[in-house]
Nanobody
Framework: QVQLVESGGGLVQPGGSLRLSCAAS????????MGWYRRAPGKQRVLVAR???????NYADAVKGRFTISRDNAKNTVYLQMNSLKPEDTAVYYC????????????????WGQGTQVTVSS
């Protein structure tokens, strides 16, 4: 019943910017951490950025200073502002949320978005 819907991916030139959004919907009671992961061609999926319900953030070294993760708890939405994009940022980006549902508020499960393609190329 829970869905994570991503938007904002696309093609951008090196040095450009994109803003990814991910909205969680469904019978959600509470969301703890939310984050963005990415999988580049031929590589493993890795953490890009994560944010707790209280706003504490964590970034992969490769994106520090360029990406900013934020969230709107009222909208159950997490964002990833990506600036100064590089070709090596090209990947499928996945949204993740650790959440509980009504009726089982004590039980948290990780949910994933479908992924959105980000391509950085001239």
């Amino acid at each position: 019943q829970v869905q994570l819907v991503e938007s904002g991916g696309g093609l951008v030139q090196p040095g450009g910017s994109l803003r990814l959004s991910c909205a969680a919907s469904g019978s959600i009671f509470s969301i703890n951490g939310m984050g963005w992961y990415r999988r580049a061609p031929g590589k493993q999926r890795v953490l890009v950025a994560r944010i707790t319900s209280g706003g504490t953030t964590n970034y992969a070294d490769a994106v520090k200073g360029r990406f900013t993760i934020s969230r709107d708890n009222a909208k159950n939405t997490v964002y990833l502002q990506m600036n100064s994009l590089k070709p090596e940022d090209t990947a499928v980006y996945y949204c993740n949320a650790e959440l509980s549902q009504f009726g089982t508020s004590y039980y948290y499960t990780n949910y994933w978005g479908q992924g959105t393609q980000v391509t950085v190329s001239s």
